[in-house]
């Protein structure tokens, strides 16, 4: 009886151990996962701002279950385009000016 009850007490030891462990593994991850997953959101930021002329065009979603997606809002940049082109084309003059309206609203979105 007294055998069963030190390896019952060894194999409680054991099993405690595995379960510290696997959880300081998890606690690691989880630190790393975070980690990344903030630079890439500074470096999607740096992205939108350098490229994008504060059009922020790439957003980095998690959800609750700390999954990560990409979206791109790019029916918003196409509307203020769109927009832009618009109020251009109300001149008089819009069709000998096509070419520098075009060219003076790509600029604005690329950043040239």
């Known amino acids: 009886m007294k055998k069963v009850v030190i390896c019952f007490f060894a194999l409680s030891l054991i099993i405690s151990g595995c379960k510290t462990r696997k959880i ?3 606690r690691i991850l989880y630190k790393e996962r975070r980690n990344i997953t903030e630079q890439m959101e500074q470096a999607i930021q740096d992205f ?3 490229c994008l002329d504060d ?3 790439y957003k980095l979603n998690k959800d609750y279950n700390d999954n990560i997606t990409w979206s791109v809002n790019e029916w918003e940049v196409r509307q203020n385009i769109e927009n832009k082109l618009a109020i ?3 001149s008089s003059d819009w069709q000998e000016r096509l070419p520098e309206i075009i060219e003076s609203i790509a600029s604005q979105f690329t950043g040239k």
Do not use: P, Q, Y
Request: charged residues 25%; proline residues 0%; without cysteine.
């Open 55 to 57: 059009n922020s065009l």
């Open 88 to 90: 251009a084309l109300l």
């Open 48 to 50: 939108n701002s350098f």
């Open 24 to 26: 300081e593994k998890e």
